[in-house]
């Protein structure tokens, strides 16, 4: 073939033929070296095709120049690409069934209370609050003082602290919150404020040492505890159903004035009475209340204009009634059997 003078275009293109089948029957490097050689190389067949253009008439040598030059550049294109290397894998491949199923991925989940908390939210959100949040480590001050728990009153003993300095604590709920929306911001205000909170406490089936709550606050002119019921009740129809009973009975809190606490009907025992409920047939749920003035005019907000009720929720005990689970400790004990489930 090197020895053939390449003159016409036909011939051209009965050259790009052969280049073309020779180029696909290139099975491994030692044969590309050859064929590099044969038609890429200096002295490459190719190349000498450009050289002997200088002997065409001139009319003939540009349309045949053009195609040869096309022609090499094609050539050097496929070649790069080095179509044999992919043959060779596809062929190897071929142990490869992709009819087969997949391997399994274990994928995560999302954790039981954080799940709760976030369809808790949604509820308070829809009804138009807003999602505020504050530090789990809080000074005695948010935490109680500014809660209206007076200094070295037995109030601060309602919920056993966690000290890691003689004024900073770990929260023993969220309500401190309330006061740093309060200084921030002006009414109306309408909040939600969820996280975790801590109480040195005793651990049994419906009490941790750490659990979640979800803290509401709504200041504004005129507002009532026909307002407060009416939000209550609303989110507990809409969390559980319409038939859910709920039991509001007066309570004490140092921020509120008056207190309520909110029980709904356990529906593990159905009113019965069983470990969860301490035989009650009733878990405690939420606490709540109208804010007392002094806590308004530790946020800031003074005088007669404004009003404003706030709620505290337990988002493990709700956690416990909607998926009918008998022990809050299964929540941070992290047994993967456990929270597959969900
Ligand atoms: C409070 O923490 C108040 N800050 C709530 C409040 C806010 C009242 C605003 C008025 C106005 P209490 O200690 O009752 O209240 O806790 C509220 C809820 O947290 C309880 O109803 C219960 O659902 C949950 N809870 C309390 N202790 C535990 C515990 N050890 N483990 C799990 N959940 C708990």
């Given at each position: 073939?090197?020895?053939?003078?390449?003159t016409?275009?036909?011939?051209?293109?009965?050259?790009?033929?052969?280049?073309?089948?020779?180029?696909?029957?290139?099975?491994?490097?030692?044969?590309?070296?050859?064929?590099?050689?044969?038609?890429l190389?200096?002295?490459?067949?190719?190349?000498?095709?450009?050289?002997?253009?200088?002997?065409l008439?001139?009319?003939?040598?540009?349309?045949f120049?053009?195609?040869?030059?096309?022609?090499?550049?094609?050539?050097?294109?496929?070649?790069?690409?080095?179509?044999?290397?992919?043959?060779?894998?596809?062929?190897?491949?071929?142990?490869?069934?992709?009819?087969?199923?997949?391997?399994?991925?274990?994928?995560?989940?999302?954790?039981?209370?954080?799940?709760?908390?976030q369809?808790?939210?949604?509820?308070?959100?829809?009804?138009?609050?807003?999602?505020?949040?504050?530090?789990?480590?809080?000074?005695?001050?948010?935490?109680?003082?500014?809660?209206?728990?007076?200094?070295?009153?037995?109030?601060?003993?309602?919920?056993?602290?966690?000290f890691?300095?003689?004024?900073?604590?770990l929260?023993?709920?969220?309500?401190p919150?309330q006061?740093?929306v309060?200084?921030?911001?002006?009414?109306?205000?309408?909040?939600?404020?969820?996280?975790?909170?801590?109480?040195?406490?005793?651990?049994?089936?419906?009490?941790?040492?750490?659990?979640?709550?979800?803290?509401?606050?709504?200041?504004?002119e005129?507002?009532?505890m026909a307002d407060l019921k009416?939000t209550?009740?609303?989110?507990a129809?809409?969390?559980?159903?319409e038939d859910?009973?709920?039991?509001i009975?007066p309570?004490?809190?140092?921020?509120?004035?008056p207190?309520?606490?909110?029980?709904?009907?356990?529906f593990l025992c159905?009113?019965?009475g069983?470990?969860?409920?301490?035989?009650?047939?009733?878990?405690?749920?939420?606490?709540?209340?109208?804010v007392?003035?002094?806590?308004?005019?530790?946020?800031?907000?003074?005088?007669?204009?404004?009003?404003?009720?706030?709620?505290?929720?337990?988002?493990?005990?709700?956690?416990?009634?909607?998926?009918?689970?008998?022990?809050?400790?299964?929540f941070?004990?992290?047994?993967?059997?456990?929270?597959?489930?969900?």
């Open positions: 073939m090197g020895d053939q003078n390449y016409s275009i036909e011939e051209l293109e009965k050259l790009t033929a052969e280049v073309n089948l020779e180029l696909e029957h290139i099975s491994d490097d030692a044969q590309a070296e050859a064929f590099r050689i044969k038609y190389g200096k002295k490459g067949l190719l190349r000498s095709l450009l050289k002997s253009l200088k002997d008439p001139e009319d003939h040598r540009r349309t120049g053009a195609r040869a030059n096309q022609l090499r550049a094609e050539v050097e294109e496929r070649f790069k690409a080095a179509p044999w290397k992919t043959a060779g894998m596809e062929q190897r491949d071929r142990s490869f069934d992709p009819t087969l199923p997949g391997l399994p991925i274990p994928s995560g989940s999302i954790h039981p209370l954080s799940k709760m908390q369809e808790i939210c949604d509820i308070f959100v829809s009804m138009g609050f807003e999602i505020a949040e504050g530090p789990e480590a809080e000074t005695e001050y948010y935490n109680f003082t500014a809660l209206n728990f007076p200094p070295h009153h037995p109030a601060r003993d309602m919920q056993d602290t966690f890691i300095s003689d004024a900073a604590l929260r023993t709920h969220t309500s919150v006061i740093r309060m200084e921030k911001g002006e009414p109306p205000i309408r909040c939600i404020m969820p996280g975790r909170v801590y109480r040195n406490e005793e651990i049994n089936a419906r009490s941790y040492c750490l659990f979640g709550q979800i803290e509401g606050l709504y200041v504004d005129n507002v009532s009416g209550l009740l609303g989110f129809r809409r969390f559980f159903d859910t009973a709920i039991k009975r309570s004490f809190f140092p921020f509120t004035e207190s309520i606490e909110i029980d709904i009907k356990c159905k009113g019965e069983c470990s969860v409920c301490k035989h009650s047939g009733w878990l405690e749920v939420l606490g709540a209340g109208m007392h003035p002094n806590v308004l005019a530790a946020g800031g907000v003074v005088g007669d204009k404004y009003t404003g009720f706030a709620f505290g929720l337990g988002i493990d005990r709700l956690a416990l009634l909607k998926y009918g689970i008998d022990d809050i400790r299964l941070y004990e992290n047994d993967m059997r456990f929270l597959r489930q969900f």
